[in-house]
Nanobody, 123 residues
Framework: QVQLVESGGGLVQAGGSLRLSCAAS????????MGWFCQAPGKEREFVAA????????YYADSVKGRFTISRDNAKNTVYLQMNSLKPEDTAVFYC????????????????WGQGTQVTVSS
């Protein structure tokens, strides 16, 4: 089992950057494929990015390709989401999630979730 705690959200102007972090408990962090999802008010939770256990494979939603970068440091039990060129439409609560199955983009395949961190992008 793994517990996840996100940090790094906040208020930023359009065009700005934020770096989200997700700290995981436990000694088996490297056993999990990790993902970032976001949920805006009134919308379903959406896939943002995912990274494999070793960090060698990454997936991105089309809307964030070229702007966001997912990475992980297994020695620190942490996964990151570097967000650049932020847009007002990126405003959402961002969640990190862990899955023991293959890396994928469906939130239904992730069994462990953090509490979320709010990202607000002003125009």
């Amino acid at each position: 089992q793994v517990q996840l705690v996100e940090s790094g959200g906040g208020l930023v102007q359009a065009g700005g950057s934020l770096r989200l972090s997700c700290a995981a408990s436990g000694r088996t962090f490297s056993s999990y494929n990790m993902g970032w999802f976001c949920q805006a008010p009134g919308k379903e939770r959406e896939f943002v990015a995912a990274i494999s256990r070793s960090g060698t494979t990454t997936y991105y939603a089309d809307s964030v390709k070229g702007r966001f970068t997912i990475s992980r440091d297994n020695a620190k039990n942490t996964v990151y989401l570097q967000m650049n060129s932020l847009k007002p439409e990126d405003t959402a609560v961002f969640y990190c999630a862990a899955t023991i199955v293959n890396i994928n983009t469906s939130p239904h395949m992730y069994g462990y979730w953090g509490q979320g961190t709010q990202v607000t992008v002003s125009s």
